[in-house]
């Protein structure tokens, strides 16, 4: 393992908690510049989903292959499991000097924050959720994730006050610095705050470059399993855009429903892949379609930084209104729209015929 890259100092030793295979590889991107390998602990805060926790179990491994340390914490494990996994945790962080985070809307994560303290404080990417995040801590606006819609629920009232004080330990101070390290635009900056930018260097150095094919891959998203975007309509416009770009692969986010991909291989004939490792690494390690489609997503943000220099495409087709849920939250068509306006480096394709 060699020490910091780009002559930062190293820190002299942080903790990271991550819930998602994206947040370990984009700790890592963020570690392996700045620290060795026996200075960082990683602890896997897992969740219950077989498809995260099989991909959490390989970048798991790649971790340990950079060097540093893992702790994998089953912390839904029951009704007890998130006040033992807090108290199996303390011992971690008041030994750290750093605290890393990878979603700051997650409950989990706003629990612990209440005990670090002072400690510094750095935030990677958990996707385009890290937009909002910034935004909401510029405007002063509580923490809430983009496709919620109403009022607090009971749970949400009985939390408020963990997730008023994770929002000041959030809040850089004079006594606290807060870091987010992200590969997302950043449009407003809270007074304070270090913004860091995440290029996939690790990424790119490690992984390919890839061989690339003829045709197109399809990027799945999770946006029907969020209630955002209406299931039928998703079918049609998946089918649309399979057929006009000839799309061969179906590349499948780790939430999408077993039964919502059986039936868009039945009625779009294409191959549904569910991949082992984050998208940006399957990518890059290949192989990949020379034009890969996407609606809004992270991935419209982050695979143009992966595959820089390989010559693919990457293409984003927007979320039309229609296609919306009556349910989805009134901020979602907003959002989508920034997520796609924001990208760099893609190529924006006109939304996908459906249909009468």
């Known amino acids: 393992m060699t020490g910091p890259a780009g002559g930062r100092p190293p820190y002299a030793r942080a903790i990271a908690f991550v819930e998602s ?3 370990l590889l984009n700790t890592l991107e963020w570690a392996r510049a700045r620290m060795t390998g026996d200075a960082l602990t990683v602890v896997v805060l897992s969740p219950t989903d077989p498809m995260s926790r ?3 179990r390989r970048m798991a491994e790649l971790a ?15 009704a007890g499991a998130p006040l033992r996994t807090v108290r199996q945790l303390i011992p971690l962080l008041r030994k750290a000097d750093r605290i890393v985070i990878g979603d700051p809307f997650s409950r989990y994560v706003q629990l612990l924050l209440t005990l670090v303290g002072n400690k510094e404080l750095t935030v990677v990417d958990d996707g385009t959720a890290t937009m909002e995040f910034i935004g909401q801590l510029a405007r002063g606006e509580r923490l809430v994730r983009w496709h919620r819609r109403g009022s607090l629920g009971p749970r949400e009232l009985v939390l408020a006050p963990v997730t008023a004080l994770a929002r000041r330990r959030l809040t850089p101070s004079t006594v606290r610095t807060v870091e987010v390290f992200t590969a997302m635009p950043v449009e407003e900056v809270p007074d304070g705050l270090t913004v860091t930018a995440n290029t996939f260097a690790w990424t790119r150095s490690t992984f390919g470059p890839p ?3 003829q045709g197109a891959d399809m990027v799945g998203t999770s946006l029907v399993e969020t209630g955002v975007v209406d299931a039928e309509r998703y079918t049609a416009a998946v089918m649309a855009l399979a057929r006009a770009h000839g799309a061969t692969r179906y590349f499948a986010h780790r939430r999408e429903h077993t039964d919502k991909l059986r039936r868009l291989h039945a009625e779009t004939g294409l191959e549904i892949v569910r991949p082992d490792l984050p998208l940006e690494l399957i990518a890059r390690r290949g192989p990949i379609g020379s034009t890969v489609l996407s609606f809004p997503s992270t991935v419209v943000h982050t695979l143009p930084l992966a595959l820089a220099g390989t010559g693919v495409r990457v293409a984003v087709c927007d979320i039309a209104p229609e296609w919306l849920r009556a349910t989805a939250s009134s901020r ?6 920034g997520v796609t306006a924001t990208a760099r480096d893609v190529h924006r ?3 996908a015929p459906l249909p009468a």
Do not use: H, K, N, Y
Not at 332 to 337: N, V
């Open 332 to 337: 979602a068509q907003d959002f989508l729209s």
């Open 211 to 213: 061989r690339i094919t």
């Open 54 to 56: 099989g991909q959490l």
């Open 21 to 23: 295979p994206v947040q």
């Open 64 to 78: 340990r292959d950079e060097g540093f340390t893992v702790r994998w914490q089953e912390a839904r494990g029951g």
């Open 349 to 351: 394709l006109p939304r």
